[in-house]
């Protein structure tokens, strides 16, 4: 009788947390017109009509445009961050060097502060170097480690692997980063898969500092091109905008389908000895 409640308490919960997913796939058939007007979760008048209006875009540009740009920036981050998260993180599990311990708590201290906090500083820094309107600052700190995260789940993942392989390859003449690149590495694909599944989702999402940073049509990115539907001083297109919102979701959705197995793996080993 408790698995019966229980998987009845499960199902509930599905069906909660599903159906806003459920009428945004149902919304993006219907008409601008019968959004606002019919309230059930079918179409009345299924059309497809969104999807054509949508990716022509709702300025100057395409959707197309928004959809390459993000798939540009989200990838580069997630270069950027495998590679400078695991360097970072592989120093400060692995190498001896002054003020190593001091350097890693300031590292965790960073997850305490803010995004929103850095948004100006940062801004002033990019101005001055002539990056705005370019997607340079986001993509460039991604390659000097800027996740304390990302750090801190690799450092995790690394404490444990046992020392004695590193000990082994200094003992047959491997430097630091022949020993990172040839052991560390291959052993750390979980929490790599992480940094990479994690940090593409998010970037995907950005909507802040892509709104902040780009000011050309031809450079926004999929969250800003949306915010493209909406109009305060005219009609909204919310069919499209809904239609291009699913397509948005498409690469999310898969990624995930695709990369589950390594995603719970990452998290599930990391920090266990």
């Not at 390459?68 to 993180?89: E, K």
């Not at 929103?116 to 990019?126: A, G, K, M, T």
Request: proline share 6%; hydrophobic share 55%.
């Amino acid at each position: 009788m408790k698995d019966r409640l229980a998987h009845v308490a499960i199902a509930g919960t599905l069906v909660v947390m599903l159906y806003p997913l459920a009428w945004m796939v149902m919304t993006a058939f219907k008409s601008t017109t019968e959004i606002a007007q019919n309230v059930s979760l079918l179409p009345a008048d299924p059309t497809f009509d969104n999807f054509v209006q949508g990716w022509d875009g709702a300025g100057v540009e395409s959707f197309g445009t928004y959809l390459r740009n993000s798939t540009v920036i989200a990838l580069l981050a997630v270069a950027g961050n495998v590679i400078s998260c695991s360097l970072a993180a592989y120093a400060f599990a692995r190498l001896s060097f002054r003020g190593r311990t001091v350097c890693f708590a300031l590292t965790i201290g960073m997850l305490l502060l803010p995004k929103d906090v850095l948004l100006i500083p940062q801004y002033s820094i990019f101005h001055a170097l002539g990056w705005v309107d370019s997607p340079l600052p986001l993509i460039v700190p991604y390659f000097l480690a800027m996740d304390a995260f990302f750090v801190f789940l690799n450092v995790q993942f690394l404490r444990g692997l046992p020392r004695e392989l590193d000990e082994a390859a200094a003992v047959d003449g491997c430097g630091p980063f022949r020993r990172y690149w040839h052991i560390t590495l291959p052993l750390i694909k979980p929490a790599l898969a992480t940094t990479a599944i994690f940090t593409f989702i998010w970037t995907w999402n950005d909507y802040l500092p892509q709104l902040i940073y780009l000011n050309s049509a031809e450079k926004f990115t999929l969250p800003v091109g949306l915010r493209m539907f909406l109009d305060a001083t005219a009609g909204s297109d919310l069919g499209p905008m809904t239609a291009m919102s699913l397509v948005s979701l498409l690469p999310l959705f898969l990624l995930f389908m695709f990369f589950q197995r390594r995603l719970v793996q990452g998290i599930a080993t990391t920090g266990l000895k």
